[in-house]
């Protein structure tokens, strides 16, 4: 028998709360900034995929005014995050 594949302590293996997908998240944010260093602006959180179906004018989607908020919360009022402000931005939308 075959031991089970361990689940990651924030969430199931592929959520939104799976260390690999909030690393791969960042990496892809990354890419799209402008920002130097390695940092993630607002413009390149709001162009990932999953942020991108989230949002909308739609009575249940992410507005922008509550992505902007999430921003605002998870950044500390920064205009460009690293790893761990990305992270903080990421959970504001998770919840």
Avoid: H
């Avoid at 799209?32 to 989230?54: E, N, Y």
């Avoid at 949002?55 to 908020?69: A, I, Q, V």
């Amino acid at each position: 028998v075959e031991p089970a594949a361990p689940t990651p302590k924030n969430g199931p293996l592929g959520s939104s709360q799976d260390p690999a997908v909030v690393e791969t998240m960042f990496a892809t944010a990354q890419y799209l900034s402008t920002a130097p260093a390695g940092g993630i602006t607002l413009a390149a959180f709001r162009s990932l995929p999953p942020i991108a179906v989230l949002s909308g004018e739609r009575e249940f989607d992410l507005s922008k005014r509550e992505l902007e908020e999430c921003w605002e919360y998870g950044s500390n009022g920064a205009s460009i995050v690293d790893r761990a402000g990305f992270e903080r931005v990421w959970d504001e939308v998770c919840e």
